[in-house]
């Protein structure tokens, strides 16, 4: 059971949890809430008053040839997004080896204060290839594979993302964007059925050619690789302060592991240090 309050730039909830002894809950309706003095888990949430306003720049370099009757494109394609918006947990304490506990907090009275502001950053450098070729004016024949490798900070990089793993060290966030997948490729073709005016079936006008003519069919197929491998943990706290998961395809000793390792292989490449209380 909860309630909260919202209003300017900063928010805040608190949370009871309820329970049942001999029969009897801890509170019920129509009093849902505990009465005041209670213990309660309280949050907080707050935005920077002064916000800057995110931007993206992009360039691309491109060429484009025929080959007989089929035209070829080849294209770099990059990006730098910058300023980005993104959480922290400004009540977390710091990692090191000395057990997680409230008094360890910076504000003991409260659970979290989630405070968003700009710094996030976000770099996309992509290759794509296209083909396209047409087969008389009927048939026409699209295909294309991009590679794309897409790295940053904050992975929504709005007010809707998650809140980052240490909020001393941004940098531990960044790695591969989990919504743009390594390989992609395409194809597609579109087939004028040849019905109507102007086509060998049914070249003429009239109500015929308005219900038959100018019909198209069309064939898509898209595959791609899939969202990277990003493991946590729960039920144990390593790093003293409360920390249950990793960035995407970020672990130890390699910022990026391959697309080819399995999730054994990943699973040791991201492994925790305990005796460091520092997240591998």
């Known amino acids: 059971m909860g309630r909260g309050l919202g209003g300017g730039p900063f928010s805040g909830s608190t949370t009871?949890?309820?329970?049942?002894?001999?029969?009897?809950?801890?509170?019920?309706?129509?009093?849902?809430?505990?009465?005041t003095g209670a213990a309660a888990t309280q949050n907080a949430f707050g935005v920077n008053p002064n916000p800057t306003t995110p931007y993206t720049e992009q360039w691309n370099f491109t060429v484009e040839r025929q080959l007989g009757s089929a035209a070829l494109r080849v294209s770099y394609v990059g990006s730098h997004s910058a300023k980005l918006i993104y959480a922290r947990n400004l009540n977390?304490?710091?990692?090191?080896?000395?057990p997680f506990s409230t008094n360890r907090r910076p504000y003991p009275i409260f659970n979290s204060i989630t405070y968003y502001e700009n710094g996030g950053n976000q770099r996309?450098?992509?290759?794509?290839?296209?083909?396209?070729?047409?087969?008389?004016?009927?048939?026409?024949?699209?295909?294309?594979?991009?590679?794309?490798?897409?790295?940053?900070?904050?992975?929504?990089?709005?007010?809707?993302?998650?809140?980052?793993?240490?909020?001393?060290?941004?940098?531990?966030?960044?790695?591969?964007?989990?919504?743009?997948?390594?390989?992609?490729?395409?194809?597609?073709?579109?087939?004028?059925?040849?019905?109507?005016?102007?086509?060998?079936?049914?070249?003429?006008?009239?109500?015929?050619?308005?219900?038959?003519?100018?019909?198209?069919?069309?064939?898509?197929?898209?595959?791609?690789?899939?969202?990277?491998f990003t493991p946590s943990f729960s039920g144990f706290d390593p790093s003293k302060h409360q920390f249950n998961r990793r960035a995407a395809g970020r672990c130890a000793g390699r910022e990026h592991p391959s697309d080819r390792d399995t999730v054994d292989q990943q699973l040791v490449q991201c492994r925790y240090i305990q005796n460091t209380g520092m997240p591998g």
């Open 92 to 98: 977390q304490p710091p990692p090191g080896t000395i």
């Open 16 to 35: 009871y949890t309820n329970a049942v002894t001999n029969g009897v809950p801890l509170f019920s309706f129509p009093s849902p809430f505990l009465p």
């Open 124 to 228: 996309y450098n992509g290759l794509q290839a296209a083909i396209a070729k047409n087969y008389g004016n009927q048939l026409t024949f699209n295909a294309g594979y991009t590679w794309a490798k897409d790295l940053t900070d904050t992975q929504v990089g709005t007010f809707s993302g998650q809140t980052i793993q240490n909020q001393f060290d941004r940098r531990s966030e960044y790695a591969n964007n989990l919504i743009t997948p390594l390989h992609r490729v395409y194809g597609y073709s579109i087939w004028q059925i040849p019905v109507g005016q102007g086509h060998r079936l049914w070249n003429r006008s009239g109500i015929g050619e308005a219900a038959l003519g100018s019909w198209q069919m069309a064939w898509n197929a898209t595959a791609q690789s899939g969202q990277f």
